[in-house]
C-alpha cells in the first residue's frame, strides 16, 4: 500500500519591498509549526523513502525542520511544485510512482486541490489545508494516481 504525505509549507513572513515570493522566509511562529508537524509525523510513525519539496525558501525550512525531528530521507527540490496546478502535481507523483511513502511539501491551492482530486474525484472541492497541515493519504494496492483513488488516512494543523 503506497502513501502520500502533503505538507503545507508552515507561517511565512511578507515579502519585503523587492523580495519575490520565492524567498519569503519563515516565520517564527513558522518555525513553530514546522517543528509541531515533524512531532506530529514522527509520533505517527511517518518514515518517508523520499520527500519532495518546492524551492521555496519557505518550504525548503519547512522540510529541513521536520526532517531534523524525522531523521533522513532521500530530499529533492523539485521546481514544478512551486504554484503548481492538480495536474502538475499528479505528474511529479507520477514520476516517483516507485516510493512507498512519499513526503510532500508544497503550497495551496495545489495541495488542497490535489486532496480534493485524489480522495473526491474534484479538484474544485478542496477544503483547504492550514499552513504547517498535513494530509496523510493511502492508495489502493495497486492503485495509481487517479481521480477518486486514495483515502485519506490522517488530517492534521498545528
Not at 40 to 54: C, F, I, M, Q, T
Not at 113 to 125: F, I, P, R
Amino acid at each position: 500500500m503506497r502513501e502520500i504525505i502533503l505538507l503545507r509549507h508552515a507561517h511565512a513572513d511578507s515579502a519585503a519591498p523587492g523580495q519575490d515570493d520565492i524567498a519569503r522566509v519563515l516565520s517564527l511562529r513558522g518555525e513553530a509549526e514546522a517543528d509541531a508537524a515533524g512531532v506530529w509525523l514522527k509520533d505517527h510513525r511517518a518514515a518517508p523513502d523520499r520527500v519532495l519539496y518546492s524551492p521555496a525558501a519557505r518550504t525548503r525550512e519547512t522540510c529541513e525542520r521536520v526532517l531534523a525531528i524525522l531523521g533522513y530521507a532521500d530530499l529533492r527540490s523539485e521546481a514544478r511544485i512551486y504554484e503548481a496546478t492538480p495536474a502538475t502535481l499528479l505528474r511529479v507523483l507520477d514520476d516517483h510512482a516507485d516510493v512507498e511513502q512519499l513526503l510532500l511539501v508544497g503550497h495551496n491551492p495545489g495541495l488542497e486541490n490535489l486532496v480534493a482530486l485524489l480522495t473526491e474525484g474534484a479538484s474544485d472541492s478542496g477544503r483547504g489545508i492550514p499552513p504547517g497541515g498535513v494530509v496523510w493519504l493511502r492508495l489502493g494496492e495497486n492503485a495509481g494516481f487517479e481521480p477518486g483513488s486514495a483515502t485519506a488516512r490522517h488530517f492534521w494543523w498545528p
